[in-house]
Every structure is written in structure tokens, then in C-alpha cells.
């Protein structure tokens, strides 16, 4: 199929003008004003942007935790996402515990099978090694288009995972040219912090966020950055939301190690204030790491345009 898009309004890194597009079987193949190319179908976008699709590497779509699903299904999310310009989602293979990796893969496209609306790749989250997936495994699945490791260290008792694994994978990592990525958070100084809280009945939403302070992000984001140079693996660290996760990143990057920053659009604009909001509203913006001091806000920013974060993602588990 053959697209011309007609008069719209073109940015690229170097330039910023108008003219018209040709897309042919998906590929953009000539750029230039005036264009008389017979296509499919022809778009009039005067005044209008035309911008890429969206890549969004960080969904939980259909994901099962703690006892609910996410609400979003492939269909749904993906219908929403192709609305807002996103054509292209990175969704997580939670591996769950006992089951091989090929077994989590293979239930994992089984939810995306006939929902599917536009382009769908896979991270695989790696939970359970004694009794699930092997490292002989996990190196074998970058052979099947799957190209990067994801870890939690949070979430105690769930999925998180201990440094021995952490660093194992990385090690895979390492030998097959997968990236790792990481949830980076102190997951047993929170689980003691949680415990406590709950054994004094500080239940109110404000607690998500005081009993994972932001040290606990910036303690695990630095050990994964050194793991990860030990291992001598690429590092991804997801939904960075805070001054003590943005600076050894930014540290690493100055040094010219392979390390990459990930913040996501909440962080931006949802901050600490929000979790005390009265009558329960607060429980609304309780998502892990949680909502942040504002003065971070800027803090994100500022990495995001030096290059310090180099990803903004949804990272959407609603």
C-alpha cells in the first residue's frame, strides 16, 4: 500500500519545513514539495505535523501482579496508543515462576494473538532461575528477536530478583550482546520500611512513597551501574524518577560507559503532593518508584535534554 501525505509540516534534527511525504509499503521514499506520486491513498496535512510513530519500549499490557491484571489489554492499550501517534510497543514477558523462558514467551503472544494493532516487540523479565528458565536458555534468545533482559530489584517476595542473579544474566548479557534493563530499587530496605509502616497502621497513600525514599532508587541504580561494569554488559535503567538515580547515571555516561537512562511522563508533572490529597484521592497516583519532591521535576527535565535520560516512556500498567 502507497500513502501520500500532502502539505504537512516536516522537523527533523537539521530542518524544519513543509512539504509532502511518499510512503510506500511502509518505507518513507521520497520527500520533496509538490510531489505527483500515484498512491493508495492521499492525506491533506496542511497545518498539520508529520511526525514518526512512536516507539514506546516500557508497557505492562495484560500483565498479571499481586493478585489483579492491568486493566489495558493488547487491543485496548495498543488502540489507545496508535491515537496518540504510537505505532511501534516494547511489552514485558513476565516470566512466571517455574515456567521456561519459550514457555512465558509462548503466553505472552498468546496475548497479543488477533489483538494486535500495530507493531509489538518483547523484553524478556527474567524471575526465576532455580526452578524456571537456565542462563543456556536466556543466551539463546537474542537468536529469537528478543534482545534484552529485564530485573526486578524490588518488589520482595514477588519478582525481585538477588544480586547473584542480577549479575549472572548480566554476565549472559555480556557474552551475547543483550541489554539489561533494571526496576532500581533497595527492594529488602523497602520490604523492612513496609512492614513497619503497616505494623503502625500508616496505610494512607502517602506512605507508598515515604517507604521508598528516594536513596533506595539511587542505591540501586549505582550498585546495577557497577554490576554492570564488572559483567561488562549495557545497562538500561527504567522510570528513573529522581536527583539520586539521575546522577550516578549521568556519571556513568560521562565516563563513556554503556549506560542509558529511562524516565516516564508521570514524573514530569505528578509529584509527592499528590499522594496526600484528602479522601483517599492520593490513592490514584500510587505507582512504583513513587511520585517524587517536585524540585526532581526539573531535575528530569535538565536530563532530559543534556542526554543524561535518554528515553521518555509510558511505562503504563493501569
Known amino acids: 500500500m502507497s500513502v501520500l501525505i500532502k502539505g504537512g509540516r516536516i522537523v527533523t534534527a537539521a530542518d524544519d ?24 491513498k492521499v492525506i491533506d496535512a496542511s497545518g498539520k505535523y508529520v511526525l514518526p510513530g512512536g516507539v514506546d519500549p516500557h508497557t505492562h499490557l495484560d500483565m498479571p501482579f499481586g493478585g489483579t491484571v492491568t486493566i489495558d489489554d493488547v487491543e485496548s492499550g495498543q488502540t489507545s496508543a496508535a491515537f496518540g501517534g504510537t505505532t511501534c510497543h516494547v511489552d514485558f514477558v513476565i516470566q512466571p515462576k517455574g515456567a521456561t523462558f519459550a514457555e512465558a514467551l509462548e503466553e505472552w503472544q498468546a496475548k497479543a494473538n488477533g489483538k494486535q494493532v500495530i507493531d509489538m516487540g518483547y523484553h524478556m523479565a527474567v524471575t526465576d532461575l532455580a526452578e524456571g528458565g537456565t542462563l543456556e536458555e536466556l543466551a539463546t534468545l537474542p537468536d529469537q528477536g528478543i534482545t534484552s533482559y529485564k530485573l526486578f530489584m524490588a518488589y520482595k ?18 557474552d551475547t550482546g543483550a541489554l539489561v534493563m533494571v526496576h532500581a530499587e533497595h527492594g529488602d530496605s523497602i520490604d523492612v520500611l513496609v512492614k513497619q509502616a503497616l505494623a503502625e497502621g500508616k496505610t494512607e497513600p502517602k506512605y507508598h512513597a515515604l517507604t521508598r525514599p528516594p536513596e533506595t532508587e539511587g542505591e540501586a541504580t549505582n550498585r546495577a551501574i557497577q554490576l554492570a561494569r564488572v559483567a561488562g554488559c549495557k545497562l538500561y535503567v527504567v522510570h528513573v524518577s529522581c536527583r539520586e538515580s ?62 543524561v535520560l535518554s528515553v521518555v516512556a509510558a511505562s503504563y500498567r493501569t
Open 246 to 307: 539521575v546522577e550516578p547515571i549521568q556519571l556513568a555516561r560521562e565516563k563513556g560507559w554503556d549506560v542509558w537512562g529511562e524516565t516516564c511522563t508521570q514524573y514530569f508533572f505528578v509529584d509527592y503532593s499528590f499522594l496526600e490529597r484528602p479522601s483517599f484521592e492520593g490513592g490514584k497516583y500510587v505507582y512504583t518508584p513513587p511520585p517524587r519532591a517536585k524540585e526532581n521535576q526539573e531535575v528530569l527535565w535538565t536530563a532530559v535534554a543534556n542526554d
Open 157 to 174: 517476595g514477588a519478582i525481585m530478583v538477588d544480586d547473584e542473579t542480577l549479575f549472572r544474566v548480566m554476565q549472559v548479557a555480556a
Open 17 to 40: 519545513y513543509v512539504a509532502d511525504l511518499f510512503v510506500e509499503d511502509e518505507t518513507v521514499t521520497l520527500i520533496g514539495e509538490s510531489l505527483d506520486q500515484p498512491a493508495d
